[in-house]
């Protein structure tokens, strides 16, 4: 399983509850649906972090100066072939620069690293 990993700070300008409505709002899921049906995607998944008291006392624990991100993206392919067939295509790239656009408001781009993984199940 390949997967596109995206790790999701919050424009520093808007609120958290500000993030969260347009993370899970109708615009945005439309979209990612569009981007779904174009990639041959296997599965997405969007997560968003939990406001509680066990986040922070781990980052404590850790010594872990930053915040965690506020939220985590995973898109699914079932092998890199169709991956790399589904993200060269030129309805995608077109489709992926609609997604920046509206995106480029309420997610801080710098600080949202985005890569490839290669799954390994091992349970």
């Known amino acids: 399983m390949i997967k596109l990993i995206r790790c999701i700070r ?3 300008n808007i609120s958290k509850d500000e993030f ?7 615009e945005r899921l439309r979209h990612v649906q569009q981007l779904i049906t174009h990639a041959q995607v296997f599965k997405v998944t969007q997560n968003l972090t939990l406001d509680i008291s066990f986040n922070e006392q781990m980052r404590e ?13 995973e898109i699914w392919w079932e092998n890199y072939d169709i991956m790399n067939n589904a993200l060269n ?6 489709m992926r620069g609609q ?3 509206i995106d480029k408001d309420f997610i801080d781009t710098r600080s949202s690293p985005m890569f490839f993984i290669d799954e390994q199940i091992i349970g």
């Open 89 to 94: 295509g030129e309805e995608l790239v077109k």
């Open 61 to 73: 624990e850790q010594g872990c100066e930053e915040e965690p991100y506020d939220a985590i993206m």
């Open 20 to 26: 969260r409505n347009y993370w899970t709002g109708d």
């Open 10 to 12: 919050r424009n520093p």
């Open 99 to 101: 997604l920046e656009r």
